[in-house]
Every structure is written in structure tokens, then in C-alpha cells.
Antibody, heavy 120, light 108 residues
Framework: QVQLVQSGGEVKKPGASVKVSCKASGYTFSSYGISWVRQAPGQGLEWMGWISGYNGNTNYAQNLQDRVTMTTDTSTSTAYMELRSLRFDDTAVYYC?????????????WGQGTLVTVSS | EIVMTQSPATLSVSPGERATLSCRASQSVSSNLAWYQHKPGQAPRLLIYGASTRATDIPARFSGSGSGTEFTLIISSLQSEDFAVYYCQQYNNWPPWTFGQGTKVEIK
């Protein structure tokens, strides 16, 4: 079955960078895209961007595009999200989520979430 | 950017009753609309995609309708496990894909 397993929680200082991984299994990694979605404490869901599992093409939310980089390693079926110049309001649970199908970009499968805490 | 607006923010419902959740898009998203259920400490769960198609293993008491700018999620008879926050999301125009702010369904 499809599984997305994310890396563990992180505590970072303001200005630092964080890189979260999302290891996929149970499907052909190159056939589907992966989005990253975050939820700050007490807030709703925010889509951060998407990366193709096929060719690494990306599409980022405009408010994050200067600070975020999404990559993949097809040899290990792993997607990565790096966020730089961390601010206090980047404290959130970060999720990776796979496209439901090759024709539907609804987010059908989700990782368990990774808590990133930005604290001085 | 397409803005998704959900109403109400909170819905108080008794078990066994019907819940009706609304989602409005600031411009047409065709039928490229999904609904998710989110419980504390868990990942969101896809309920509905294509505005009206239930995802795998989603009970029939969940139904979605609408197209263009107006969408509805109905939970026909609320079970205890259905109390959660529900989000709509458009995936018609990007970037970004956008979520509504959520509707919390709580026990009355």
C-alpha cells in the first residue's frame, strides 16, 4: 500500500534552515507528484508547493518561493523540502502528500507530519 | 490567487443529525475541488475529489456536490468519529492550490 514516511521533528533557531524528508513506498515514485502542506498552531492548512516525481519540476507558493526548495531522489523514492531563513511563524507541522492519481491533483495520500519548531 | 471561503466556521451537531458544510471559490474552479477531514494529531484524510467522488473507503454518509464556485459537503448522519475539522481545497488554478479556512464540526 502507498506509504509516505517523514523525518522526525526539528528545533531550529531563527535564520537557520530545515530539511524535511518524505520517503515513499508502495507505488512507482516517478509516476506521481508530491505536494508539501503545512499547518501552523491554531491555523488552517497552507499549500507550499509541488514537485514532480518524474522530472523534478516544481511549482511553489509565491509567498515562499524565495525561501523554499523541493527536491527528489528517485534512487531512494524520497522527496525533500528545505526551508531557509526560518522565522518564528514557520513553526508548524509540515506534511508531504501525494497526488491521488496521474490525472487528479487532489491529495490522496499523506505523510504523518513533521513538527518544525523555530525557537531562540 | 483563488480564495476559498468556508461556512460556517463552527457547526454544532448532535450525533445522528445531518451536517451541511459550504465552500465558495472566488472564481470558477470547475469540478476540481476536494474535501478533507482533519483530526488533531493525525494527517488530513481525503474524503471527496472531483467535487462529488468519494475517495476509497469513505463511507456513503459523506457526499459532495457543486461545480464552478459553490460546493457543499453533506454528512448525512453524524457518527462520533466524524467530529473533526473539514477543509475544502481547489486544484484547478495554481500556484497556489488553496484551502478554505476550515469548518469545525463539534458535538452539540
Amino acid at each position: 500500500q502507498v506509504q509516505l514516511v517523514q523525518s522526525g521533528g526539528e528545533v531550529k533557531k531563527p535564520g537557520a534552515s530545515v530539511k524535511v524528508s518524505c520517503k515513499a513506498s508502495g507505488y512507482t515514485f516517478s509516476s506521481y507528484g508530491i505536494s508539501w502542506v503545512r499547518q501552523a498552531p491554531g491555523q488552517g492548512l497552507e499549500w507550499m508547493g509541488w514537485i514532480s516525481g518524474y522530472n523534478g519540476n516544481t511549482n511553489y507558493a509565491q509567498n515562499l518561493q524565495d525561501r523554499v526548495t523541493m527536491t527528489t531522489d528517485t534512487s531512494t523514492s524520497t522527496a525533500y523540502m528545505e526551508l531557509r531563513s526560518l522565522r518564528f511563524d514557520d513553526t508548524a507541522v509540515y506534511y508531504c502528500a501525494r497526488d491521488l492519481s496521474v490525472v487528479t491533483s487532489a491529495l490522496g495520500y499523506w505523510g504523518q507530519g513533521t513538527l518544525v519548531t523555530v525557537s531562540s | 490567487e483563488i480564495v476559498m471561503t468556508q461556512s460556517p466556521a463552527t457547526l454544532s451537531v448532535s450525533p445522528g443529525e445531518r451536517a451541511t458544510l459550504s465552500c465558495r471559490a472566488s472564481q470558477s474552479v470547475s469540478s476540481n475541488l476536494a474535501w478533507y477531514q482533519h483530526k488533531p494529531g493525525q494527517a488530513p484524510r481525503l474524503l471527496i475529489y472531483g467535487a462529488s467522488t468519494r475517495a476509497t473507503d469513505i463511507p456513503a454518509r459523506f457526499s459532495g456536490s457543486g461545480s464552478g464556485t459553490e460546493f457543499t459537503l453533506i454528512i448525512s448522519s453524524l457518527q462520533s468519529e466524524d467530529f473533526a475539522v473539514y477543509y475544502c481545497q481547489q486544484y484547478n488554478n495554481w500556484p497556489p492550490w488553496t484551502f478554505g479556512q476550515g469548518t469545525k464540526v463539534e458535538i452539540k
